[in-house]
């Protein structure tokens, strides 16, 4: 217990010899402890000498540490053609000293329990076979046949922990095979105690489905996980799917990447998807969600990026037949490598081999996106509870590598719609809910975004048809039975264009009226200024004659004036000659 205040103790870490085996090294922290010997046990069949021979080619090809290979069964020949269809040549790294490989011959028969039996002639093989290329890593090929006539446990404890010291003596990484017994790990029962590192390989049969995984039941002195991993033997090695080890440490982006639909791109605030949420589409049969699925495979190629589609209904063919049908045509991308579709039934693997093929696939090619159609159809080969367990790992896969995943669900009819037959929703960052509507005796689509955490989207019901240039999604009309789809919501597009083009009538012939009678207006207000005009210039003549009479009389009087001042004067004259006379 450290004290407050104190410096912290720093604890040396075990010192570790990586295996190159994929996932292995990772639940491992490093791999298997240098310089001491591990046991590697299991039943017939699970994969103990492809583990150890890939243990000792990868520790030749990468780490530069070479290995000596013991067999006690089978022979130098029928290895090399055992691994051969993994890429392994044996025969070229024994070439360059870099592997030996070693074939012992037991014969039980030879074997007594004299209490003086002894390793010394092993020791003095597997030593100059070791020394002479310089080894590092040593397997034994399994241990129940070298100690296959002995039957005292004193002896075979004794001569166990004679061979694994040795071993140590000689600074070698061993794996030691066992065959696994009943009720423990091993036949004899004794090997796992003197082992430093113990693997458990299983490969289990259950309802007709075979599955292999792996445990470390023990590690002295290094954390190690504890589940069960599945594992995978293919032609590219031995891999280890550690899924179970992460936690809830990656990272996010604000990148986002269109759906493919543009009408479905602005539910999900105009931009699409974020990169690396994990997206759940969801829906009965025959509501869209594999054509859906097809435009963001198409999107996703488009933009130059690696998508991978696993199928678990249709062919490949099928797939790129039916999708262009709706204007998509996927084989361009496949022949370019962008675009690759993983065709299986879900009965074709286990559940845990499914999920370690699928990592596979993905560490491989490194897609940006990862489409699985439908996710559903996984309920074949295993309970809820399993398929629910492994969505988790695939979604943490996926979310570590920044891949955006889109998981289709198949519900059942009469299922309820806001669920998932595998309780996955809880998992997704969005999802996308594609239903039927019936009503007026037709069945139509409809699609609605139940939840997209971190970004604003649409909270209504838009109309999902599917058509000969792709999806389009159209905004659903309300009527007085509710969402009105299909021909109902043709009709009622009908009645409001008549509704429209009727109002659009009134409105003219109102239009028209008023128009009449404005001109009415204007004629009447014409004629009314024509008689302002007329008795305005009757006025005008009348005060034209006024003031010509009255310019008449002045001068007629202006005359009479002048005509009897004239008059007087006349009168004067003629009466003052008469007074002179």
């Known amino acids: 217990m450290a004290v407050l205040g104190s410096e912290p103790v720093r604890t040396k870490e075990l010192e570790k010899a990586p295996t190159g085996i994929d996932g292995f090294d990772e639940i491992t922290n490093g791999g298997l402890p240098k310089g001491r010997p591990s046991l590697v046990c299991g039943s017939a069949g699970c994969g103990k000498t492809l583990f150890s021979m890939e243990f000792l080619v990868r520790g030749a090809t990468e780490f530069g ?5 013991v067999a006690f069964e089978e022979t130098e020949q029928d290895l090399h053609k055992n691994v051969a269809s993994l890429g392994f040549d044996l025969a070229d790294l024994e070439q360059q000293d870099l592997l030996r490989v070693d074939h012992i011959h037991v014969e039980r028969s030879e074997i007594e329990e004299t ?19 310089g080894a590092k890593r040593v397997v034994l090929d399994t241990i129940e046949t070298l100690f296959s006539g002995l039957s005292n446990p004193a002896i075979l404890r004794s001569e166990l922990r004679r061979l694994f010291y040795w071993l140590k003596e000689k600074g070698v990484t061993a794996v030691i095979t066992g065959e696994r017994g009943e009720g423990q790990l091993t036949r004899q029962g004794l090997e796992e105690y003197v082992s430093d590192c113990v ?31 599945p594992f995978l033997i293919d032609r590219d090695g031995f891999s280890v799917l550690p899924v179970t080890t992460m936690g809830l440490h990656h990272g996010t982006s604000n990148e986002r990447v269109s759906s493919g639909v543009a009408s479905l791109d602005e539910m999900l605030g105009g931009e699409g998807y974020f990169r690396g949420s994990s997206v759940l589409l969801s829906g009965t049969a025959g509501t869209g969600k594999s054509s859906l699925s097809a435009h963001f495979a198409d999107a996703t190629c488009r933009r130059g990026e690696r998508c991978l589609y696993f199928a678990f209904e249709e062919s490949q063919a099928q797939i790129v037949r039916n999708m262009r049908s709706i204007g998509l045509d996927l084989q361009p991308w496949i022949d370019q490598g962008l675009l690759t579709i993983i065709a299986n039934r879900p009965m074709h693997y286990g559940l845990e081999m499914h999920l370690a093929t699928m990592q596979r696939l993905i560490l491989k090619s490194n897609p940006s996106a990862v489409i699985i159609d439908p996710v559903t159809n996984l309920n074949a080969v295993g309970s809820e509870g399993d398929v629910n367990a492994m969505l988790v790992r695939l979604v943490d896969l996926l979310k570590n590598k920044g891949i955006t995943g889109l998981f289709v669900s198949l519900n059942t009819g009469g299922s309820y719609h806001e669920s998932t037959e595998i309780g996955m929703s809880s998992l997704m960052d969005t999802w996308l809910l594609v239903r039927d509507i019936e009503l007026g005796g037709e069945r139509n689509r409809g ?13 209504q019901i838009r109309e999902f048809l599917i058509t000969s240039k792709g999806i389009q999604l159209q905004d659903v009309y309300l ?9 109902m919501r043709l009709a009622q597009q009908e009645r409001e264009r008549d509704a429209q083009a009727q109002a659009r009538e009134e409105l003219e012939r109102r239009r028209a009226l008023a128009e009449q009678r404005r001109k009415a207006l204007q004629a009447q207000i014409l004629a009314l200024q024509a008689e302002i ?7 005008v003549r009348t005060e034209l004659m006024e003031q010509r009479r009255l310019e008449r009389l002045a001068s007629a009087r202006d005359q009479m004036a002048l005509s009897r001042s004239k008059s007087t004067r006349s009168n004067g004259r003629e009466s003052g000659s008469g007074e002179t006379k």
């Open 199 to 229: 693997i458990l390989l299983d490969h289990r049969v259950i309802d007709q489905v075979s599955t292999r995984r792996l445990r470390v039941v023990k590690y002295r002195g290094s954390v190690h996980g504890t589940n069960e991993y």
């Open 479 to 487: 009527g007085p039975e509710g969402v009105l789809t299909g021909s």
């Open 447 to 459: 699609m609605y975004v139940l939840k997209s955490r971190g970004m604003n989207h649409s909270n």
């Open 533 to 539: 005009e007329t008795e305005e210039s009757e006025l």
């Open 65 to 69: 540490e070479p290995g000596v290979f």
């Open 115 to 133: 209490g003086e039996y002894d390793l010394e002639g092993l020791f003095i093989r597997l030593g100059f076979a070791i020394d002479s290329i």
